[in-house]
């Protein structure tokens, strides 16, 4: 049984930082895609980052580049999400999630796994 249960999310303030943790179990992820998405409250998911379990290569939304760091750790099964310079409108609940293939990495609807989100709050 797949899970992915993020932690790290909190109350910051603008300019602030948060490192949020996506910790994957109960499989093997080779060759999957491990992506970060936000939902703020009355809109979409939205893609926000992403990296190849293999490789490490990543991806970025525009919002996200030269703020936000998405790395793995291997050995730990683990994913994170370095947010730096943060700002009100990168307040959401935060999701981890997982999907087979590097094709679509910014479409939820491709992902097979979701974790249960962080909420994440920056006050102005």
């Known amino acids: 049984q797949v899970q992915l249960v993020e932690s790290g999310g909190g109350l910051v303030q603008a300019g602030g930082s948060l490192r949020l943790s996506c910790a994957a179990s109960?499989?093997?992820?080779?060759?999957?895609?491990m992506g970060w998405f936000r939902q703020a409250p009355g809109k979409e998911r939205d893609f926000v980052a992403a990296?190849?379990?293999?490789?490490?290569?990543?991806f970025y939304t525009d919002s996200a580049k030269g703020r936000f760091t998405i790395s793995r750790d291997n050995a730990k099964n683990t994913v994170y999400l370095q947010m730096n310079s943060l700002k009100p409108e990168d307040t959401a609940v935060y999701y981890c999630?997982?999907?087979?293939?590097?094709?679509?990495?910014?479409?939820?609807?491709?992902?097979?796994?979701w974790g249960q989100g962080t909420q994440v709050t920056v006050s102005s």
């Open positions: 109960g499989r093997t992820f080779n060759g999957h895609v």
């Open positions: 990296i190849s379990w293999n490789y490490g290569s990543t």
């Open positions: 999630a997982a999907k087979q293939g590097l094709l679509s990495y910014s479409d939820k609807n491709r992902y097979d796994y």
